[in-house]
């Protein structure tokens, strides 16, 4: 009854979707306006007129964000390719993996996995980080990159086993077991059969994770430390100050933060929609 009501509605004002659209897209488009604006824009001008074009335009901001005497920009820039490239690389390996073993069995320890994979879903990262940076201490990963790593992974592998479960579930399964009678192991069916149909839902897990591990802030704070390491969204935080702050630099970096993600999604978008349709609907 609520899909024949909408689709009557969107059949008597066809102008009223396209409407609701153009508005959603200007409210999320704001933050990126006042970002570009006044990453070209002069610092004095920056705070008594934030919403006004860069007239004229200027790259002295981007010039001094890259030419900074402590390298602030291309030690956070490095950080967080590392720490970014890492943990996709593990997260992608093992939710896929993990993945599609829970989607081809059927026993109950199998079920019981899944509901906690699930139930980590619901967990706020805020809420198991005093325990795990004792449990990083613990094992002297406090303040290291590794310790960092393996918390993004501990704390996201839920989200990729279920993108990547539900993705298998469409694949058929007689794919495998025709490898199988060729001879083919566990092993070489998965990377060999079954991973190369897994790139729209491994390109919509890669997306997601870079974009979630790219833009935190909080976990490198704590687990890194302000003395041990400083990704982009903390370097941000330091570029501020305590009593005074360089908007100039601050808009600059935000900009410069954020083109890493935004070629990601370039390069990946053409699997990124399927991926996602495909995960939610098989099964």
């Not at 579930?169 to 991973?195: M, N, S």
Request: glycine residues 8%; positive net charge.
């Amino acid at each position: 009854m609520t899909a024949t009501r909408t689709t009557v509605t969107a059949t008597r004002a066809p102008w009223l979707r396209p409407l609701v659209v153009t508005v959603l897209g200007c409210v999320f488009a704001v933050p990126l306006y006042v970002v570009l604006a006044n990453a070209f824009k002069q610092g004095s001008d920056i705070a008594p007129h934030p919403a006004n074009l860069p007239l004229p335009p200027t790259l002295d901001n981007l010039t001094k964000v890259v030419s900074r005497p402590d390298h602030l920009f291309w030690v956070s820039l490095t950080n967080s390719l590392v720490v970014t490239t890492l943990s996709v690389i593990v997260l992608t390996v093992l939710s896929a993996m993990l993945g599609h073993y829970l989607a081809r069995t059927a026993s109950r320890w199998g079920k019981a996995a899944t509901l906690v994979l699930l139930c980590g879903l619901m967990i706020p990262p805020q809420v198991i980080l005093l325990p795990l940076t004792q449990v990083l201490r613990t094992f002297d990963l406090m303040a290291t990159v590794q310790g960092l790593v393996l918390f993004n992974v501990g704390y996201y592998v839920p989200f990729g086993v279920f993108v990547f479960a539900g993705f298998v579930k469409g694949i058929p399964v007689e794919l495998e077991q025709a490898a199988a009678i060729d001879g083919a192991g566990w092993f070489r069916t998965f990377w060999q059969v079954v991973f190369p149909l897994l790139r729209p839902a491994t390109a919509s897990s890669v997306i997601f994770f870079g974009v979630w591990i790219w833009n935190d802030f909080l976990n490198p704070l704590i687990i890194l430390g302000p003395g041990s390491g400083t990704t982009v969204t903390t370097g941000i935080y330091r570029a501020i100050g305590q009593y005074q702050a360089d908007f100039g630099t601050v808009f600059g970096l935000m900009l410069l933060a954020t083109l890493p993600v935004l070629v990601l999604y370039l390069v990946l978008q053409k699997q990124f929609v399927k991926g996602l349709t495909g995960g939610a609907t098989k099964g």
